[in-house]
């Protein structure tokens, strides 16, 4: 269904930056691509993201987001008055890292100290949204906050318990859920690059406008500063897309890079003075990796000699204070003997050891995507779509090619902006998904009439006869092909463990699970029933981002649920 709002703003919250965009829709009417964004000031540029870092004062109340929350937090570092703040960088990716996610999850800022992540998420987002809405206020009159509908990205591999907590930090940063839509990352980027200008994709010898013509497939690599989002998509007739492939991928983006970059001055210079350096020098540790960033977009396979790296004082003070020496008498060993220097505020490196940096992250992105094209369903692809802020790096962009040189690899004029601009078309029409992919089988637990061969340990005495119980009745199956608005229904019971104990909704990685007590099952949710014998008709609805379930009863009641991913 088309957004009927005067307004839809799109929020993209990443890992390492963040921004958001916004188009109006007479706009959208007479040119989709007329998106705007904002620009932020900071570390001595305009930048059309802002750093994903936010600092909290010491009663935790919300001090500020972006350049501004860490310039305050270096002032506060430099006079020594930071410890009792609460400062948060690249926090995104503890929703991808925790197995278990609840609405009392932690977050510990860059001293361990902890904090909600609920509370740090939703102000984040708000902080977003203040600075969204007031911008339109600028330039709008009569404009109402409900007149907007607001998109809010997240990683198509992300579990259905990390998208929860990001719709309800949304929520709680007060953006109305009637007016709020999540969409896959990796969907909007093939959103926006579909709208494309041919003269604004950059593929090489023999670029075409024919990766979106009908029957075509084509693998989206979608390189964030956290995550690697890789999804295959198929146009279809009517110039939908069908994703033919599960989302896959992996905390392959741009920070394993900064990793290995910090992993080299450790080995350097040793892990205590860059622990020491990082925990008490917090504001000259940002300048450090600000510069850093700056050298990491700009190096290509083509450059030679040295790259030259600002060293803040207060590293060669933190060296004197734990070796005695000052730094100026380092010697450099092993492998950066003769090929390393340091003179005064700057670190030369050789340029084969700075690109040893994008190793790992490059060739674990580059194995995954060849396994993919092994599979049937992918192996007569011929295009991978490079997007995402990391996908912008000139490395990355000419190691792919060389990987894959039977394909056409296309980058997008401004890959950076290429999920944001995407969010904010599809927020306007969501109709470009056809179907997707079931990363999991879903279902319920049910208690049927007890069968030879099922285990004896399930056997139970119910209503006059023996039943089995934990028997995962499946919905969907991982690796299914789901239309979108798929609904699937189902006819049942209520019976006693249902009232005493609830339905139990589960989800499997396996694509034929015959009990929801095998290691492959976990529960997603519970629905609580007030008396047994009731009969009722399950709807169960696929293929969006989240999933619903309907309710309809005999006796005419009817129960809407959003399943609860999140743990209590």
Known sequence: MTSTKIVVAAIDFGTTFSGYAFSFAHDYENDPLKIQTNHWIGGGHLSLKAPTSILFSPDKQFHSFGYEAEDKYSDLAEEDMHSDW??????????????????????????????SALTVFSEAIKYLKKNLTETIFMRITGFEESDIHWVLTVPAIW????????????????????????VL?????????????VERLKGGKSMTFDCFLPGTCYIVLDLGGGTVDITVHCVQEDGTLSEVAKASGGAWGGTQVDDAYLGCLAE??????????????????????????????????????NIVLRIPAAFGETYKSLNSNPISKHIFKGRFAEITQLKRDKLNINVDVFKQFFASSISNTIEHVKRILTENECSNISTILLVGGFAESEIVQQRVRE???????????????????????LGHDPRIMKSRISKYTYGLEIISRFETGQPEKYKVFENEEFKCRYIFEKFVRAGETVPV????EKRYITDTFDVKEGLGLYASTEENPQFVTEESCFKIGTVKFEKPRERFKLEM???????????????????TEKIN????
């Open 485 to 488: 608005g798929t609904i699937v």
């Open 403 to 425: 990987a894959f040189p039977n394909k056409r690899v296309i980058v997008p004029s401004e890959s950076g902006l290429s999920v944001l601009k995407g969010a904010v078309l």
């Open 159 to 182: 579990t259905d318990a990390a998208k929860q907590f990001m719709r309800e930090a949304a929520l709680q940063a007060g953006i109305n859920g009637e007016c709020l839509e999540l």
């Open 86 to 115: 609460y400062f948060f960088r690249r926090f995104k990716m503890i929703l991808h890292q925790n197995k278990v996610l609840s609405r009392k999850t932690l977050l510990l800022e860059v001293n361990r100290k902890p904090l």
């Open 565 to 568: 991913f999140l743990c209590d």
């Open 541 to 559: 609805h696929f293929g969006e981002t989240e999933i619903l379930l309907k309710f309809i009863f005999d006796d005419g009641k009817r129960q």
């Open 185 to 197: 990352e990796p969907e909007a980027a093939s959103a926006f690059c579909k709208c494309l200008p």
């Open 268 to 305: 350097m210079f040793g892990t205590k003075v860059i622990e020491t350096f990082r925990e008490e020098h917090t504001g000259d540790f940002l300048d450090l990796m600000r510069d850093f960033e700056v050298k990491k977009r700009a190096i290509s396979e083509e450059k030679k000699g």
